[in-house]
């Protein structure tokens, strides 16, 4: 299983666009073989953040969707980005 987490950095002012324009990605992934969870979400407390989290069964689905990476014009509109992959050895629920 692997997770990929971090966030990105929009304009204040244009994270509300940048959001609408990822729902497409959002319902893509989540359709795709292997994609388990799939979220871009806006942080609650700094208007500039947006945390990324997924959850795919293994590193070839998410690369299978991944192919070259944001769009263009999502990726004109990021201030900055830090996000990560790792590779889950073991889960435990908590529900």
């Not at 997770?3 to 950095?9: E, P």
């Not at 990822?22 to 994609?35: I, L, N, W, Y």
């Not at 969707?65 to 830090?82: I, V």
Request: glycine fraction near 8%.
């Amino acid at each position: 299983m692997l997770v990929v987490a971090g966030h990105i950095r929009v304009a204040s002012e244009r994270r509300e666009a940048y959001l609408e324009g990822c729902v497409s990605v959002v319902e893509q992934a989540r359709g795709t073989h292997g994609c388990l969870d799939f979220a871009i979400t806006p942080d609650l407390i700094d208007p500039e953040r947006v945390n990324v989290f997924e959850l795919w069964e293994s590193r070839d689905a998410v690369e299978k969707f991944r192919g070259s990476g944001p769009s263009d014009e999502q990726g004109a509109e990021m201030l900055s980005a830090s996000v990560a992959e790792y590779e889950v050895g073991d889960v435990r629920s908590l529900t």
